[in-house]
């Protein structure tokens, strides 16, 4: 097997994110459910845009957002998704390679926007996300390329992207091709209403190519429809070779066979903004999974790294999360 | 005399800041003056950009910055500048509208894009920027709506304005109309190496039509061609009717007339980002003096919104100033 360039390598949306501050009304207002992310066709997002209070952007996209942190954790990341040659463009291109990350997909020219999220954050630092995804939807299968998916140790594949038709067809031959070349695939089935929109699909993924699938608390309860944690837990420890559990603030359960680590949530002095908590912490557990690190370790550097990225605003470390680790030991 | 609609209304650069970390040896790298303001090319923006680090969009613009921290503290402000009807320019349009500040003057349609500006912030929270006006300089005289002039208490002009040889004339033209409709006129000098463009005339300005003038230490000595802080003062105490000089942690000297009023910088845990730190001293300033108050409140105000700004990244504020003046007894 030859030597895999890429600790991940990440297909997912390329997104910048408009930040700003609402409360709970305006989210009412605009008929959105708080946590979540909704898609909204172009007319919404400038209706909402005109109405929300001063922003600031800040290049996002979850599995990109995950990119970014392998490589501030010091791993080699790269990213596949689609922008088009306009000023967002422009951005998210710059960002994610000042980063460290390696980002080939060329930007189409003229026609769709590249996307953009509105990211609405409640004064308890809850974010509520409505996204506008121009553009990003039309990378299509010949765009993903599959000498770079083959050159990654981890493939990393966002449920987000199932909500483009074209794009399930370049997700299941990534797989397939990336545990061909001795690669493993993971899978994070991004949002509750993803995952209600997706569910057969994402549950024969995961008893048929995910090694790794990473869900949230509600992600979890939306997949398997179930009432508790413990019962989700329970089906996906029975059915994905191993399960990366979120819960916030309550830490992270992680499961493979017969081990069940649990891990707690790193002390934050005070949570500003949870956009990227849950792409940070996938940033920490893929770079220690990539490095062979043991699960607990692996789960606590994903601890690591959602501390980080809720006590600023945006998605994006601001420190070195390789420093950040060092400082605790690792 | 009519009754003025607002309290503050400013002519300036319409600008967003790109804003990213980088230490020492990349300001020289790129011939960059620590501290400063240049205006450079577009070639030379793409090749900064292209090496630093990934950033962080936010609205700016000297005195578009200004205007946003007189809305904040409750003021009625407005602000004329030209952008173009790119994203950025939309950028520029929603922050400013979005903080409550009047913004009607038209987008241009292709051409040059909306001005931005690489701030980049070293580890000691100063900030160096490089500004690519782009259609900023193409705001023409017919663009100064004379009757919004004549609609506010206070014209304020930002020295940048002079290094955009039209907007000289719609400077002038500004002032007077300002005066003879009862109101009056606030400049700031905004960099000493602008200061040294146009020395003569910001010196002429000042004698003639000039009410009020801010700047800096460094701006000052620029001025008046002099060593000391000192021998700049008594220059500007001789000739500006007010002259409020800034002195970054030392606090601000303001005098008119006879009077000279010292006023202490307000305390900062952490100094993150100087960026805007004379713009919010100046909204501070101008709310309180159009609101009649004292020349030492008029400073106190000030402070408090320049230690806000400096306390996070980017020039525009992030909690309601007036609620601050309010936590501080105002």
């Known amino acids: 097997m030859a ?34 992310m909704r898609l909204v066709d172009a007319e919404t997002v400038k209706a909402i845009y005109a109405d929300m ?54 930007k189409s020219k003229g026609g769709a926007p590249t996307a953009r999220s509105l990211v ?21 299968q010949g765009e993903v390329d599959l000498a770079e998916v083959r050159a990654a140790k981890i493939v990393y594949l966002e449920g987000y992207l199932f909500d483009r ?4 067809a370049a997700f299941r031959t990534a797989a ?6 001795g690669g493993q695939v993971a899978l994070t089935l991004s949002d509750s209403f993803c995952v209600d929109r997706h569910r057969a699909e994402f549950l024969d993924l995961i008893k048929t190519q995910v090694d790794i699938l990473f869900a949230n608390e ?18 996906a420890k029975a059915q ?3 399960a990366v559990l979120t819960r916030g603030a309550k830490g992270s359960v992680i499961m493979s066979g017969d081990k069940a680590v649990t891990v707690g949530a790193e002390p934050v002095k ?41 006590s600023h605003i945006g998605a994006r470390p601001e420190t070195s999360l390789a420093a950040l680790a060092k400082k605790k030991g690792f």
């Open 218 to 235: 509600s992600e979890l309860k939306s997949l398997y429809k179930v009432a508790t944690f413990e019962e989700g837990a329970r089906l």
């Open 120 to 140: 609405l954050v409640t004064p308890d630092g809850e974010r509520t996300m409505n996204t506008f995804l121009g553009v990003s939807p039309e990378l299509n």
């Open 270 to 310: 005070q949570v500003i903004d949870t956009t990227g908590a849950g792409d940070l912490y996938a940033a920490g557990f893929l770079y220690g999974h990539a490095a062979g690190k043991p699960l607990d370790i692996c789960g606590r550097l994903g601890s690591i790294a959602a501390a980080e990225i809720i």
């Open 176 to 181: 397939t091709e990336a545990k061909a070349a």
């Open 165 to 168: 038709p074209d794009a399930k």
């Open 3 to 36: 030597e895999h360039k890429y600790d991940v390598l990440a297909i997912g949306n390329a997104i910048v994110d408009i930040i700003g501050r609402c409360n709970d009304m305006f989210l009412v207002k605009h008929g959105a459910t708080k946590g979540g």
């Open 53 to 106: 209070g001063p922003g600031i952007e800040i290049s996002g996209g979850s599995a990109a957002n995950t990119m970014v942190g392998v490589a501030s954790f010091g791993g080699s990341a790269a990213f596949i998704g689609k922008v088009s040659d306009d000023e967002f463009g422009g951005i998210f291109a710059h960002d994610i390679k000042a980063a460290g990350v390696s980002f080939k997909t060329a």
């Open 240 to 242: 994905a070779k191993i």
